[in-house]
Each structure stands twice: as structure tokens, then as C-alpha cells.
Nanobody
Framework: QVQLVESGGGLVQAGGSLRLSCTASGRTFSTYAMGWFRQAPGKEREFVAAISWSARATYYADSVKGRFTISRDNAKNTVYLQMNSLKPEDTAVYYC?????????????????WGQGTQVTVSS
């Protein structure tokens, strides 16, 4: 069993930055592919970014490419999402997810564990 706890959300003006963190319990964190997803009010959950267990492979949604960076520190059981040049359309609840596989996926159904989410609000 893996428990995920996100932090770092908040209110920021358009053009600003935030860094989300997701800390995992369990000894096998380093073997898990990790992902970030988001869900805006009235919309379906969507993929944001993912990273392989070794951090050698990263994937991004087109909407965040060049603005967001996913990274991980396996020694700290933590994955990060650095969000720069934020836009009002980035407003959503952001969820961290862990996949019991070293293979990265951009599909939410492929992930086994989810955090409780952290709210990100970008004002115009």
C-alpha cells in the first residue's frame, strides 16, 4: 500500500509560479512511475505530467509543455511539479498518482494510488 500526500497548492496571479510536492509512504517508491493529473470544475480529470522511476523519461500534456517540469527525489520519496507562467486555465485540483510499474503512462486508469489533491487557483 502506498499513501500519497500533496502540498504546495494555493492562489497565485497569472504569470506566477508554484511548486507542488507529493510525498509517498512505503519503501518501493523508487520503483514506481509517478504522474500528476488535474481536474477543473465541471471537467474531466486530465493528464498533466509523468516521470519514470529513474527520472530518465518524462512526459507532458501539450497544454503545459515548456511551462511545467516534473522531477523526483527517490531518497526523499517525493515527486515535484514546478509550474511556471501559470494561466487562469491551469486552475484545478492537482492530484499525484503512483503506478506499480516502472513504465510511465499518461492514462489515469493505469495508476494504482492517488493523493487527496491540492487546489491551485490562478487569478487573471
Amino acid at each position: 500500500q502506498v499513501q500519497l500526500v500533496e502540498s504546495g497548492g494555493g492562489l497565485v496571479q497569472a504569470g506566477g509560479s508554484l511548486r507542488l510536492s507529493c510525498t509517498a509512504s512505503g519503501r518501493t517508491f523508487s520503483t514506481y512511475a509517478m504522474g500528476w493529473f488535474r481536474q477543473a470544475p465541471g471537467k474531466e480529470r486530465e493528464f498533466v505530467a509523468a516521470i519514470s522511476w529513474s527520472a530518465r523519461a518524462t512526459y507532458y500534456a501539450d497544454s503545459v509543455k515548456g511551462r511545467f517540469t516534473i522531477s523526483r527525489d527517490n531518497a526523499k520519496n517525493t515527486v515535484y511539479l514546478q509550474m511556471n507562467s501559470l494561466k487562469p486555465e491551469d486552475t484545478a485540483v492537482y492530484y499525484c498518482a503512483a503506478r506499480g510499474s516502472s513504465v510511465v503512462s499518461t492514462t489515469g486508469l493505469a495508476y494504482d494510488y492517488w493523493g487527496q489533491g491540492t487546489q491551485v487557483t490562478v487569478s487573471s
